[in-house]
């Protein structure tokens, strides 16, 4: 893995550009981002380009030994491009123009300004595309942030109305599909269509989802206008974009489909305090994060681009845009950096060199302080780089017999990183749930399924998190969350798996609930899902959030569910039973299906009862230790504030024995630390 | 009682709708209501009709014996209709058009939309007002709902300032009667008359007040012309409208004197978890509602037409639209069908026959499931008819030498349920105390209201809820709780009725403290109130939710209220004070003036307190239990989870003896249980 | 120290004003202010005057014995102003016109109402500018009220691209200032200048901070377009105008400059239930307000103009305004005014004389009912009056040798508040720290300043809050608090008096953290506040509303901060340090550099520290007392409902001996209660 950093040339003395690549270096750090936010800077009136000085900046970055990333610059149109454009602007969901004088001012159907971009794109990569320094562009930044993925504009509306026509090809068979009979919601035509905002009551869901099909596909749309060029004219560069955390507002998977490598950035403390909703943990994890939000979604993209995945911007103290923003417990800047060559990081880069005095984000943190000194991120990124390349260096054939990939430090290949369990994960289908939220008020299906993934976590086992289009037959366990549509193809693959492997499969509340128009399915939820287990979901409830429903069995064992659950009609005897009667978890040749939603001992103990089955290597490590295995290594890392002993805590099911030799870190972990060893 | 249905047979192949209509009729359903929401198949393009399908429709309906509703489909109009009146639509208090794509998209003051409306019934009136099934015709749909009551378009602003113009003739008079000097906020004419929001802080309660009237008027106006139309065109129908729950934003005392017959639509565990601000109750009666929902509203709507009255759309299973949808507990849509019989319905349907698969309730629950198959209320309900049908075959008059209805199942005449106790329910004077709310932040006279309604339930008596303007010479306790008008005819009837019959009557705050142009009275409150009992009201506060005031007496009885407290001059020696020496509770010669909010521990004191003075039998049956006399019957209903003894619990007081026989159900009820016997 | 009240003839009977002028006389009122609200009635269509009958009033009230405030109408321009200019009014956020309806409909940035403004002013002026009974003018009425301070009108936005270009000069110069660059949000022209609401996320802060100095500017401006008239056309007449409480959104220091007096509006309950979020405080102070709430105002508003100060509107009961209204204890009305003599007040003005029964604040209590009866404030006013009179009357000089002040009663005077202690307050330093709240969601600045000047008050000495731009010469403790600007002239201030007088000098988080154009400073904050002491602030954090840090000593003791940390690079050792190691307290030379927010019992224990290195005799007297010196006296108030033995409580340290001669009151003060005596 290697190691950057992200870097705003434009925002500092030229004279500096020099001091600061050599210093980067210094620290470790191979990879520098650059360009994404100065378009102002590089054509500073229309058709007036400053090209020179961002060469120079290259030049001077490429000579320190630094490769270079180079942002297209269209997530900031500068001021100018208004006075051409003055409806390029997007519209909220109140009608309202969401205005220039921050960034992501454009809305993605208008149409001269994805020219004007293709336009930035050509330059800029006809005079950078070959630059020696380049392996990579960033296309724009951050599709989606601050609530971009939809505009309601006019541009937008006209689009969608097109792409209606296209899909359906006939209002009347728009009607059908969408139910529109249902309260007169009929239309003649096309031109009639409208936005699924400002209605009395809410809107169709039907009209809904095809709205956000509609406004992800646009945004791929405007990703892949970009792309086409850069594959002109920079040929063997990897292209790739920023997405963010905890942000499902398109389908990342399809997007996906034209980059080669999928970035994300990535900010535990803020996403904690700005996303959970869970006192205890806000306490808990106020310095570390929560231990499952950065592997959650290091492997969430892992699974978008066959593997190779990078974090784009990384958290190097206290960011400015959370509701609380505390700093950081110590170590922990290092303990990220391991923890996403652990889940197969090809880059770990952070974000940002130096803070910035000035602007938005001056109170966010980076590497160096406003005045250029080290902040202390600066000395846990030099011992992570030193830590690499000791690993890098080490003679790990002669340790374990196995093979130590000699070369590489290993990371950014998705064969590195084995697992035998996978999520299947649905960005529609989550945005399914969010238009119609099944588990009542506030309740996120995003969070049930991280939920999910931290309970097989907490067994120490490794987790792919795939698309619904992904091959699934080398998986021992495969758990569907977010299915929400009644998806065919995804019901034929897992039968067609379940025939030549018999893993255990596991579906869960909403699986197949509803047609790709959003209907109910003709034979009830979970549609064509039942051709795996035969079960009818009859009712659906949605509970208030401290309401806890109790099932049991007859042997006592009991788990607790709450916020959503069916009833089902099986001839399958269900393993629990609820107090007033319903059924809890139906099993039937290794196929579950799970009909609430449990809460966490629940799911952990659910997860570790199918890994058990499914003849996997794990063991409870609860609920603030992780650990992670890549190649020849495993890491633990220690999130909670007392010291673990990992022989009494990972122990040889989860690869460490009393003779493992530690190689980073040591036998017993304290807080905010990490162990490096090589599996046996 | 009847029972019946809503059905979309616009939602479901012809071919259905005969195996449905028999289906009904196995269940026990006799009424259907069809037809409210089907303009667009009606009228598919403007003035091109197609009223064949509705007439299959209804002569298949009728042909199985069901007695036909048939709604007139105005709250949703088709889409072609907005390009013909693109203003027709709503604005919000925030000036937004509230769009298509839902329901209720009309501005009542839309005076072409108006003349649609007379249009399309009048079509409707022609073809089937004299069909052979049809009993009734309901008047659009929830008139309000989505907060439509209200809107701010250029038209509805139009309208009031013509309103304004009647109602005070010379802009002088306005202003005066308004206040408008107080912020020199004085008009010169009425065309400068503008609406009460978007000002820079409130606006003049006055003025607020007048648009409120204005558009209670409106809505009224709106109804009666379609009500004008059905009575030419459909002689000997009833004409209805279907109210809501919980809602009180224009005047339905008033619309109620064009209608033969107010219906409502129920649904308790909605109501519950929408609307209740209480934890506790929030979880003793989630899958119940509160046992004095259904009750409240039943006995509210009898008041309206002369005690006629249905439940037009009745909760089978979880709805869709409130912030959590539990599954109501077993038993419950048995148990609601009774309590509707025990106050009188004429009629109970159930919303909806079929669950839709698509659309914005697709999750919202039917008799029968997407399927089509029987849902669990199908069930409920088949029993239900059963003992409805049993009940009214029994020789009751062997049993009790009462003489027991023998033709009919009882219900629907306002004689057969008799009440001593009146609660006098006021729209405008709810309207007043939310313009300004004397409770403080988040205080609701509504649910004030329902709590004393509460207190007198839970002594086992039934409860009137009658206008401003009903007889109440035949009560034995009037209860005054919303009456914020100085309302002089009301005192004048109170003033004889206390001469003729010596009730007792207790006002409560607030009562009589604003003129009709929302000012405080010349002589204070409770303005002309002050004749039955000789207060002045010198002072009112509000205080936080967790303040409690506690009144005493020299004996050491205690009180205890919150939200609202009134200091009160007068000649007469409260009956307790606070400890900073206001008084509380002023009686003199059975009429009392309650000048602060007391909690329910309080108000069930003097309930019980009032009703033994008034020598009405009663007996304090504690928070779980209800019970209802109608006709020759008494009911008991248990919305709590403990079994519960009859003998014990209501006993001879409350008409339950050691040898009465239980006709329906048993002398101990469980849970959601219901028993029926005839009063000795 | 007189007592006035505020009147309002046009809502009255003619006959009535002087029933109503002799009966303020004998509750011993001597003031009266009128006429803010009466444009309407000044001038009923555009040009057509009627002054006659405030001339009447005005006679009547001199006659009375009454000394006048005249109000300009400017807060409320009457209906037909609107139809002249429809672009008069203000805009909020969302772009949304805040319409006529109410009052302080108008943009501070629309000349031709600025205009009109000049010419009723000038009009009132010539009239009535040398009536003998006129003493003051007040200008307009709550500048800034319904947050009325800032408007986003086209106007607006026109005035504040001039206010730029004049500010920057060259628009290279304000991209620079703004560091524009760090999102291309760089501007070609002024022209290109927008609003910083609306944006796609936060606006640029520097852009937030332009705009809030030009708002506050502009309110300058349009004030001193009155001030101008009124010096001119009425000589001798003092100007005021009325601010209000918990209210910083411009600077009134500024403001300040053109008027003669300070006058604010204090509604201590009306402050406590919508302001604070402490339900402790909620609690304890529910009918006396917070102890401190009356008291930091008035030593806030003493520091405006040069010491004179009024309470122009006094809380006389219930107010309608706030989320609960309660009623104030008995007693607080008289102890209210007996603490803004304390302070120096030269008048006590009650808001207002009578009830108006009409009209948006129609639950607004008054001195009278709307009956005209007495309420109860009545008789506490005459209570104080009395006191007031008894005071002025003593022979001071027997019983103490001190010179009183023998032929007034206190007050007024700048130089009979003597303090040692300093509070020095910021507007723009508050407003920078709003803009991006260092402390993290919900953080108030304005309320760690009252914290802060309550911690000092529990030690009984007397407290000035002062600007930046005040004489500091004379302090022995100087609290710096809000002072977010990198202020040289202040730095410089301070290094003067701590060369000649050697004070105490606290800095507290954030001093300095900002260049005047909104950027961190160049050598990291406290910026040039680093003369003082040598600190560097490397990194500040954020915490949730329950994290607790805890800083200790090696002996034990303990203080705990919570909201935001500093860390700070020094050479000096820090008094404590925290469990991770980041020190807390530095201090260097009598400077004491606080670097983290301290709850209330550290805030207290600092407070005391210093003052008693300081030299200042003070004492302990906790959360419920008060008091407080002014000439030859001192007060006492009990904010508590426990009994207070002042010998114990306060004893010779806060002047009082076994043998001092209580004046007012008792030795023993009740709830509500007040004792003043003269100072040995």
Redesign the interface.
């Known amino acids: 893995m290697r190691t950057g950093v992200c870097y705003y040339p434009?925002?500092w003395p030229e004279e500096r550009w020099a001091t600061d690549a050599a210093h980067m270096r210094r620290l470790g750090l191979s990879v520098v981002r650059i360009g994404e936010?100065?378009?102002?800077?590089l054509e500073?009136?229309d058709g007036s380009l400053s090209l020179d000085w961002l060469e120079r900046a290259m030049n001077i970055l490429h000579d320190a030994g630094l490769s270079i990333v180079l942002g297209t610059?269209t997530a900031?149109?500068?001021?100018?491009m208004?006075?051409k454009y003055p409806d390029m602007l997007?519209v909220d969901a109140?009608?309202?123009?969401?205005?220039?004088?921050?960034?992501?001012?454009y809305c993605f159907s208008h149409e001269p300004y994805i020219d004007e971009c293709r336009r930035i794109v050509s330059i800029l990569a006809e005079r950078f595309g070959e630059h020696p320094g380049l392996i990579a562009w960033q296309t724009d930044n951050e599709y989606g942030?601050?609530s971009?993925s939809i505009s309601y504009s006019a541009q937008a509306l006209a689009a969608f109305r097109g792409w209606c026509a296209d899909r359906y090809t006939d209002i009347r068979q728009l009607n059908l599909a969408?139910?529109?009979?249902?309260?007169?919601?009929?239309?003649?035509s096309f031109e009639?269509i409208?936005?699924?905002v400002?209605?009395?009551?809410?809107?169709?869901?039907?009209?809904q989802l095809a709205y956000w099909r509609f406004s992800s596909a646009q945004i791929r749309r405007f990703n892949r206008a970009q792309v086409e060029i850069l594959r002109k004219l920079s040929p063997g560069r990897d292209i790739l974009h920023n997405y963010m955390g905890n942000f499902v507002e398109f389908d990342h998977h399809e997007l996906s489909r034209d980059l080669d490598i999928a970035t994300w950035d990535n900010y535990p403390l803020g996403f904690l305090?700005r996303d959970s909703d869970d006192a205890e943990d806000?306490?808990l994890f106020?310095r570390t994060g929560h231990p499952d939000s950065s592997a959650f979604h290091h492997d969430l993209y892992r699974g978008c681009c066959n593997g190779r995945w990078w974090v784009m911007e990384q958290q190097p103290?206290?960011v400015?845009w959370a509701?609380?923003?505390?700093?950081p417990?110590?170590g922990m800047v290092r303990l990220w950096g391991w923890e996403a060559f652990a889940h197969g990081a090809e880059v770990m880069s952070y974000f940002r060199w130096r803070?910035?005095?000035?602007?938005?984000?001056?109170?966010h943190?980076g590497v160096l302080?406003?005045?250029g000194?080290d902040?202390?991120a600066a000395a846990e990124i030099a011992v992570l780089n030193r830590e690499l390349d000791e690993l890098a260096s080490l003679p790990a054939n002669a340790l374990t017999g196995n093979t130590v990939h000699p070369d590489d430090r290993i990371g950014g290949h998705a064969s590195t990183v084995q697992s035998s369990v996978a999520i299947v994960f649905s960005y529609a289908g989550i945005a399914m749930q969010d238009i119609?939220p099944?588990g009542?008020?506030g309740y996120s299906s995003l969070d049930f399924c991280q939920r999910l993934y931290g309970a097989c976590r907490q067994w120490g086992v490794n987790v792919d998190i795939v698309s619904p289009q992904a091959a699934l037959d080398h998986y021992r366990l495969i758990l569907v969350c977010t299915s929400t549509e009644d998806d065919a193809p995804l019901v034929e693959k897992l039968e067609a798996v379940r025939r030549e492997q018999q893993p255990i499969i596991a579906l869960f509340p909403g699986t197949g609930s509803r047609s790709s128009e959003?209907?109910?399915?003709?034979?009830?939820p979970p549609g064509q899902f039942a051709r795996l287990i035969p079960v009818r979901i009859?009712?659906?409830?949605?509970?208030?959030l401290?309401?806890v429903l109790t099932a049991s069995d007859a042997t006592g064992r009991y788990l607790n569910c709450a916020r959503w659950r069916e009833?089902v009609n099986s001839p399958i005897e269900p393993r629990m039973r609820f107090s007033?009667g319903w059924g809890f978890h139906y099993e039937q040749e290794r196929i579950h299906y799970i009909n609430a939603i449990p809460d966490d001992p629940a799911l952990r103990s659910l997860a570790g009862e199918w890994l058990q089955q499914a003849g996997l290597p794990c063991r409870d490590i609860g609920p603030l230790v992780r650990t992670q295995r890549i190649g020849p290594y495993r890491l633990a890392f220690n999130f909670g504030t007392q010291r673990v002993d990992l022989d009494k805590h990972l122990g040889p099911r989860l690869d460490f024995h009393h003779d493992t030799q530690v190689l980073i870190g040591s036998r017993t972990l304290d807080h905010a630390q990490v162990a490096v060893w090589v599996v046996r």
């Open positions: 434009e925002h936010f100065a378009w102002s800077r500073e009136r610059p900031t149109p500068p001021r100018w208004l006075d997007a109140q009608g309202r123009r969401r205005d220039f004088g921050s960034r992501r001012h942030c601050h971009t969408w139910g529109n009979v249902f309260w007169s919601m009929e239309y003649d009639q409208g936005l699924p400002g209605t009395v009551t809410e809107s169709n869901p039907s009209h305090t806000q306490k106020l103290g206290p400015n509701p609380y923003n505390p700093s417990a110590s803070q910035a005095p000035f602007g938005q984000e001056q109170t943190t302080l406003p005045n000194d902040d202390v119609q099944p009542g008020s959003y209907r109910i399915p003709d034979e009830l009859v009712r659906s409830e949605s509970l208030p401290r309401t009833h007033d």
